[in-house]
């Protein structure tokens, strides 16, 4: 059987590691011959393969990014899209494809399963940790790990000017990263897209910890919103899934903390830092679990199903399950950390 093999959507740490899972057990186990498929769902769109094998993933597991690429590509939005990838999957010889993705990449590959009748296998892939059916994605436990030692570097800066710092986390919907990451690094402030802020009550906590002779941190999530007013963009274009290029919160609250405090605000914004480097003992762990049991789903002709943590456990689930929704921040939760605002 041959399998082909790629990678949708942002890239993220864990990814290779998915990929020598994959290949590594399917060669030695079951006898599979692998193909990947070059920049997410451009590649079975256009026929854009490179062989896989054993000699091709030696090496891979520490690496970030994706030997494979990765792109936005949404075949969907091609009249001829569907036809053109059960096509070309045949005419390589394809008999299963596994896709690594998030939400848009997993979301083409539930809706290619089940109206067009591809054989597809899911793994979740998004350093927002908000798919739901799974407790956690690979590439999460990473981008964490950088945000919190930017904060902790943060904090020795802010506290040397007594200036306010805000960090801008990447966090579209979901403000797992922003909520991880601050309560690690010992913010002040952690703003996310599930709770509406109210500037005046940020600058309320921001004066009160120079009252107690510290420098405050806020740590804000890219798709944080004030509580009268919309997201704020630098750029208003849209990806091929609809999504507008978010950031710009931080820079526009750090001026309206200068403008009702009287007190100087500079703002650092992670970006694709957070998504960049070698993955975290823990996400090459889960990458390699993921990788692993995906080929058996494959091995076991059980398509339409995403592999997924649950507790230490890896299970199957319904692609369309897990893409149905967002896994975001509970109220209650972020209520817990609320005790350290301030």
């Known amino acids: 059987m ?19 899972a994959v290949v590594r057990k399917g060669t030695q186990e079951y006898g599979y011959d692998f193909v990947g498929y070059r920049d997410g769902w451009r590649g079975p769109l256009e026929n854009d393969t490179v062989r896989l094998d054993i000699p091709t993933v030696r090496g891979i597991l520490p690496r970030g990014g994706t030997i494979l690429g990765s792109s936005r590509t949404n075949p969907l939005r091609r009249a001829d899209g569907a036809r053109r990838i059960r096509e070309n ?11 690594i993705g998030g939400e848009d990449t997993l979301g083409v590959a539930a809706r290619l399963g089940e109206e067009h009748g591809v ?24 981008a964490v790990n950088i945000a919190t030692e930017a904060i902790d570097r943060l904090h020795t800066t802010a506290e040397s000017h007594m200036r306010v710092l805000v960090c801008e986390v990447m966090g579209r919907h979901a403000g797992w990263i922003a909520l991880h990451s601050g309560l690690a690094g010992g913010a002040n402030v952690i703003l996310v897209p599930e709770q ?8 309320a906590w921001i004066t009160s910890r120079f ?6 941190i806020v740590v804000v999530a890219e798709g944080a919103m004030p509580r009268e007013g919309e997201v704020v963009l630098k750029d208003t274009s849209l990806d091929p899934f609809g999504h507008a290029r978010l950031s710009g919160v931080g820079e526009w609250l750090a001026k309206e903390i200068e403008r009702r405090t009287g007190k100087e605000a500079r703002t650092t914004v992670l970006g694709h830092i957070q998504r960049g480097g070698t993955p975290s003992a823990f996400d090459r762990w889960l990458a390699t679990r993921f990788g692993l049991h995906a080929v058996t789903c494959v091995h076991d002709g059980d398509f339409g199903r995403m592999v997924a943590l649950r507790g230490t456990d890896i299970v199957r689930v ?9 896994k975001t921040v509970d109220p209650a939760l972020y209520d817990e950390v609320s005790v350290f605002f301030g």
């Not at 999957?89 to 896709?99: D, H």
Request: glycine fraction near 12%.
């Open 196 to 203: 509406r802020f109210d500037v005046d009550q940020v600058c």
């Open 2 to 20: 041959r399998v082909g093999v790629l990678t949708g959507g942002g890239d993220c740490p864990g990814l290779n590691a998915v990929i020598r």
């Open 211 to 216: 009252r107690a002779s510290y420098a405050p």
């Open 119 to 142: 054989p597809v296998v899911g793994v979740p892939k998004t350093i927002d940790n908000d798919l739901s059916a799974t407790d956690y994605t690979f590439g999460f436990d990473t």
């Open 89 to 99: 999957l045949a005419e390589q010889g394809v008999g299963a494809l596994i896709a």
């Open 318 to 326: 319904p692609i369309a399950e897990a893409t149905a929704r967002l």
